[in-house]
């Protein structure tokens, strides 16, 4: 049996795993017969004996057994290995499958399980921190930069800009002995280059907020020099950003290219705001290149004699005559076109640009003003001014306007004439009219030739109510300039309020020969021809007006109007419709509108108008009478019901809501009619009451009037007014109806049943002063 068993090799000792692919004969069935070991045991019981027990206690060792021959062996394998555990030559082997869990191969007899190492006791204390070394001292010294750079920044944030730029400075200076300190005890390449960027960027950063560019930009310089710092270039935006604030357009416009250069183009977003910047320094560029022109054009020589020339030095006869024989020969006139045309050059130049070369247009004009007073065109400095609170006007800053004026009152009469004339206009139209009177008389004195200080002065005349010498005024300035349309628009005003028509229609033809498109002109030709009851004109007058202003809501309604006193319905509802699309609050189109879909029985259509007026004037009982009744001709008769009712919470004592819930309770078969009939008579008796008060307050304060004119008591007689007064006030609790305290008799008729009229809405007027939302006297009466 021994033959069969293989004993490892001492030279395969490190080799725990070696053998397990041989084939072992112990397990070949077919030689146990011929095996006497086995067939001993099988005969004998010796394969049923017990193992005898471990002599080491506590361990997995190889156990010696007993064996038949009565000797001790230790247990092996059927490989012929010794088992795991098993003792040879005084080692013990190693337990293979658990190798890694403390066990090791010169493990020596009697060692205990230790697989967590505790039997070496507790681990050695960590190490002191030496805060004397010099890489703590670094540590320290960079904590500190970074907490300066964080207060700087928060200060900034605060708006406490110069107290971020000392923090700033100190984060710099203490940066740079870091880096001092890094030198020494370690290479180059151990500096911290991200710290170094930003205290420098935070530096410049703080430098531009507390303005001082220089400073700035020297600190960015060192950024984009320095090539260790790869985004360092981008940086040249802010520096292109400082340029652009000291206003070197130019060198702007480079570091904005220089700084798009850089950037990669999958940043779009970055790229777009550098071409934007760009965009912007041009437009900036233009503004110094306007105001180089400028002062080119005031620098041109004019090369015109001055006036001086054309006064005589004294009485010479023949001097006298040789002046006056020039002063109007064609060379002069030359020179006289020639300045006209340098003035106008000027002034138009001046206009055009200063509202965009300066951050407001008030600072252009000053600086297009002084401009001015420094070259041979002083007296153009004036109409500057002038021309500055115009556009001050333009812009309703009417405080401002005023102050610019008041300065040219103490000036010659053709800029005083001016100033007043605006002044008067000023006041005019903020309604003081006695102070638009009196500049408007300082106008005409300073210049009675002014057409503008004449309409002004017709203007104040007309709002107080004298038309016939505001007219001779209007005609005295179109007498001085005929082109003067202020003039000539007041002019026809005044005639259509003195009841000349035919003038007034000659005024307004004549503007419109030179104001083709002016809707107020048009507007009072169509209103005037209405006037003159001829609807066909006005209509062809009004379509022209739609032309021009198709979504002015007065002017089709004003058209529907005339469709309707005409006869045709359905050029009517177009014009009231549209007019109701752009202005659905007009409560006479509304009225219309329903009343339309009454006639053409769409009563359900007509709810919809009905209910926005209620909306509107949600005071007024009328309407809401009239959607219920929609809702009862249309033989909705619950919803009807319905809506009287909560017509009748909220107006309790109205006669014709109780009226026509006890109709419609009545017809329906229902308990509450009887409710409705105590309350109507109750409301009805009431209003009996009311009306009688009333009727005798009227007949004692007559009584009392004429005893009164008879020479009676007047102490009495008042008291007898106050009473008759509180008589006919209404009761407290009585609601307020569209129709007052004179209305409804008990023959009341509903407003939409078959004998009800449409609301007339084209038999009703309005006042002249209605015509047009935008007739006003002296609309842009300023100075040209």
Same mark, same amino acid.
């Not at 702007?252 to 183009?265: G, H, T």
């Not at 006298?320 to 045309?341: F, V």
């Not at 053709?414 to 004339?421: E, L, M, N, P, Y």
């Not at 419609?664 to 078969?669: E, R």
């Given at each position: 049996?021994?033959?069969?068993? =293989?004993?490892?090799?001492?030279?395969?000792?490190?080799?725990?795993?070696?053998?397990?692919?041989?084939?072992?004969?112990?397990?070949?069935?077919?030689?146990?017969?011929?095996?006497? &070991?086995?067939?001993?045991?099988?005969?004998?019981?010796?394969?049923?004996?017990?193992?005898?027990?471990?002599?080491?206690?506590?361990?997995?060792?190889?156990?010696?057994?007993?064996?038949?021959?009565?000797?001790?062996?230790?247990?092996?394998?059927?490989?012929?290995?010794?088992?795991?555990?098993?003792?040879? $030559?005084?080692?013990?082997?190693?337990?293979?499958?658990?190798?890694?869990?403390? /066990?090791?191969?010169?493990?020596?007899?009697?060692?205990?399980?230790?697989?967590?190492?505790?039997?070496?006791?507790?681990?050695?204390?960590?190490?002191?921190?030496?805060?004397? @070394?010099?890489?703590?001292?670094?540590?320290?010294?960079?904590?500190?930069?970074? !907490?300066?750079?964080?207060?700087?920044?928060?200060? +900034?944030?605060?708006?406490?800009?110069?107290?971020? *730029?000392?923090?700033?400075?100190?984060?710099?200076?203490?940066?740079?002995?870091?880096?001092?300190?890094?030198?020494?005890?370690? %290479?180059?390449?151990?500096?911290?280059?991200?710290?170094?960027?930003?205290?420098?960027?935070?530096?410049?950063?703080?430098?531009?907020?507390?303005?001082?560019?220089?400073?700035?930009?020297?600190?960015?310089?060192?950024?984009?020099?320095?090539?260790?710092?790869?985004?360092?270039?981008?940086?040249?935006?802010?520096?292109?950003?400082?340029?652009?604030?000291?206003?070197?357009?130019?060198?702007?416009?480079?570091?904005?290219?220089?700084? *798009?250069?850089?950037?990669?183009?999958?940043?779009?977003?970055?790229?777009?705001?550098?071409?934007?910047?760009?965009?912007? &320094?041009?437009?900036?560029?233009?503004?110094?290149?306007?105001?180089?022109?400028?002062?080119?054009?005031?620098?041109?020589?004019?090369?015109?004699? /001055?006036?001086?020339?054309?006064?005589?030095?004294? $009485?010479?006869?023949?001097?006298?005559?040789?002046?006056?024989?020039?002063?109007?020969?064609?060379?002069?006139?030359?020179?006289?076109?020639?300045?006209?045309?340098?003035?106008?050059?000027?002034?138009?130049?001046?206009?055009?640009?200063?509202?965009?070369?300066?951050?407001?247009?008030?600072?252009?004009?000053?600086?297009?003003?002084?401009?001015?007073?420094? @070259?041979?065109?002083?007296?153009?400095?004036?109409?500057?001014?002038?021309?500055?609170?115009?556009?001050?006007?333009?812009?309703?800053?009417?405080?401002?306007?005023?102050?610019?004026?008041?300065?040219?009152?103490?000036?010659?009469?053709?800029?005083?004439?001016?100033?007043?004339?605006?002044?008067?206009?000023?006041?005019?139209?903020?309604?003081?009219?006695?102070?638009? %009177?009196?500049?408007?008389?300082?106008?005409?004195?300073?210049?009675?030739?002014?057409?503008?200080?004449?309409?002004?002065?017709?203007?104040?005349?007309?709002?107080?109510?004298?038309?016939?010498?505001?007219?001779?005024?209007?005609?005295?300035?179109?007498?001085?300039?005929?082109?003067?349309?202020?003039?000539?628009?007041?002019?026809?005003?005044?005639?259509?309020? *003195? +009841?000349?028509?035919?003038?007034?229609?000659?005024?307004?033809?004549?503007?419109?020969?030179?104001?083709?498109?002016?809707?107020?002109?048009?507007?009072?030709?169509?209103?005037?021809?209405?006037?003159?009851?001829?609807?066909?004109?006005?209509?062809?007058?009004?379509?022209?007006?739609?032309?021009?202003?198709?979504?002015?809501?007065?002017?089709?309604?004003?058209?529907?109007?005339?469709?309707?006193?005409?006869?045709?319905?359905?050029?009517?509802? =177009?014009?009231?419709?549209?007019?109701?699309?752009?202005?659905?609050?007009?409560?006479?189109?509304?009225?219309?509108?329903? &009343?339309?879909?009454?006639?053409?029985?769409?009563?359900?259509?007509?709810?919809? /108008?009905?209910?926005?007026?209620?909306?509107?004037?949600?005071?007024?009982?009328?309407?809401?009478?009239?959607?219920?009744?929609? /809702?009862?001709? @249309?033989?909705?008769?619950?919803?009807?019901?319905?809506?009287?009712?909560?017509?009748?919470?909220?107006?309790? !004592?109205?006669?014709?809501?109780?009226?026509?819930?006890?109709?419609?309770?009545?017809?329906?078969?229902?308990?509450?009619?009887?409710?409705?009939?105590?309350?109507?008579?109750?409301?009805?008796? *009431?209003?009996?009451?009311?009306?009688?008060?009333?009727?005798?307050?009227?007949?004692?304060?007559?009584?009392?009037?004429?005893?009164?004119?008879?020479?009676?008591?007047?102490?009495?007689?008042?008291?007898?007014?106050?009473?008759?007064?509180?008589?006919?006030?209404?009761?407290?609790?009585?609601?307020?109806?569209?129709?007052?305290?004179?209305?409804?008799?008990?023959?009341?008729?509903?407003?939409?049943?078959?004998?009800?009229?449409?609301?007339?809405?084209?038999?009703?007027?309005?006042?002249?002063?209605? $015509?047009?939302?935008? !007739?006003?006297?002296?609309?842009?009466?300023?100075?040209?």
């Amino acid at each position: 049996m021994m033959q069969n068993v =293989h004993l490892a090799p001492e030279a395969d000792e490190d080799d725990l795993y070696s053998g397990y692919n041989d084939y072992n004969p112990t397990f070949d069935t077919e030689d146990l017969e011929n095996d006497v &070991a086995f067939q001993q045991a099988a005969r004998t019981s010796h394969g049923r004996r017990p193992p005898v027990t471990a002599k080491i206690p506590g361990t997995s060792g190889s156990r010696p057994l007993a064996t038949g021959f009565g000797s001790k062996a230790a247990l092996t394998s059927s490989m012929g290995r010794p088992m795991t555990g098993a003792i040879q $030559d005084g080692v013990a082997r190693p337990m293979t499958a658990v190798h890694a869990a403390g /066990y090791t191969k010169a493990a020596m007899r009697g060692s205990s399980f230790d697989p967590l190492g505790q039997a070496r006791g507790p681990a050695p204390p960590l190490e002191m921190k030496n805060s004397d @070394s010099s890489e703590e001292k670094i540590r320290q010294l960079e904590k500190k930069v970074n !907490e300066l750079v964080e207060e700087s920044c928060i200060a +900034n944030s605060c708006g406490d800009l110069k107290l971020a *730029l000392e923090k700033a400075k100190e984060a710099g200076r203490k940066e740079r002995v870091l880096v001092r300190q890094r030198e020494q005890i370690a %290479t180059p390449e151990n500096i911290n280059l991200d710290l170094t960027y930003s205290v420098l960027f935070n530096l410049a950063s703080q430098y531009a907020a507390n303005e001082m560019y220089a400073e700035a930009l020297n600190t960015y310089q060192v950024i984009v020099k320095n090539k260790m710092f790869t985004n360092g270039g981008r940086l040249k935006v802010n520096m292109g950003n400082i340029y652009l604030k000291q206003r070197n357009y130019s060198k702007a416009i480079k570091f904005y290219r220089m700084a *798009l250069d850089q950037i990669p183009s999958v940043h779009k977003e970055m790229r777009i705001k550098i071409m934007q910047n760009i965009g912007v &320094a041009f437009i900036k560029t233009d503004s110094e290149q306007m105001k180089k022109a400028f002062q080119k054009l005031i620098a041109v020589p004019l090369e015109v004699d /001055y006036d001086d020339k054309y006064i005589s030095p004294n $009485d010479d006869p023949h001097t006298n005559l040789l002046i006056e024989a020039i002063k109007n020969d064609s060379l002069r006139q030359l020179e006289r076109e020639r300045k006209s045309m340098a003035e106008e050059y000027i002034m138009t130049a001046a206009k055009l640009i200063a509202p965009v070369i300066e951050t407001s247009f008030a600072v252009g004009y000053d600086w297009c003003v002084e401009v001015v007073k420094a @070259s041979h065109y002083v007296e153009l400095a004036n109409d500057l001014e002038i021309n500055k609170a115009t556009t001050y006007l333009r812009q309703q800053d009417f405080n401002q306007a005023l102050e610019t004026l008041k300065m040219f009152e103490k000036k010659d009469s053709r800029v005083k004439s001016a100033a007043a004339t605006n002044l008067s206009f000023l006041y005019y139209l903020e309604n003081e009219l006695a102070q638009a %009177t009196n500049y408007a008389d300082l106008a005409v004195n300073s210049d009675r030739y002014n057409p503008a200080a004449l309409t002004n002065k017709g203007n104040t005349i007309f709002a107080n109510g004298d038309y016939e010498k505001a007219a001779e005024f209007y005609k005295e300035a179109l007498r001085n300039d005929s082109s003067c349309t202020e003039a000539l628009y007041n002019l026809g005003l005044t005639y259509k309020k *003195l +009841n000349r028509i035919d003038e007034a229609l000659d005024c307004f033809l004549k503007l419109h020969a030179i104001l083709r498109n002016s809707a107020q002109v048009l507007h009072q030709i169509a209103s005037i021809y209405e006037i003159m009851e001829d609807p066909n004109q006005a209509i062809e007058w009004l379509l022209q007006l739609i032309s021009v202003v198709p979504t002015d809501p007065h002017v089709l309604s004003k058209l529907g109007k005339l469709y309707d006193n005409e006869g045709d319905k359905s050029q009517a509802f =177009h014009y009231y419709y549209e007019s109701y699309r752009y202005f659905p609050s007009n409560i006479e189109v509304i009225e219309w509108l329903g &009343a339309y879909y009454i006639d053409t029985q769409f009563c359900e259509k007509a709810i919809e /108008y009905f209910e926005r007026a209620a909306l509107i004037l949600p005071t007024q009982v009328k309407w809401q009478l009239m959607v219920a009744s929609c /809702y009862r001709r @249309s033989g909705n008769y619950q919803k009807a019901l319905e809506k009287y009712k909560v017509i009748h919470r909220k107006f309790p !004592e109205n006669v014709e809501c109780l009226r026509f819930l006890v109709r419609l309770c009545t017809d329906m078969g229902l308990k509450e009619v009887q409710e409705y009939v105590t309350k109507l008579k109750k409301v009805e008796k *009431l209003k009996e009451i009311r009306e009688q008060r009333i009727k005798s307050g009227r007949d004692g304060s007559a009584r009392s009037r004429r005893e009164g004119s008879a020479g009676g008591d007047s102490g009495g007689t008042k008291g007898e007014r106050l009473s008759a007064k509180l008589k006919a006030l209404p009761g407290t609790s009585e609601p307020y109806e569209s129709s007052g305290s004179k209305e409804i008799d008990a023959s009341y008729i509903d407003p939409l049943g078959p004998q009800a009229e449409r609301p007339k809405t084209a038999a009703r007027k309005r006042n002249e002063e209605d $015509d047009f939302a935008d !007739e006003e006297l002296g609309e842009d009466l300023l100075p040209e």
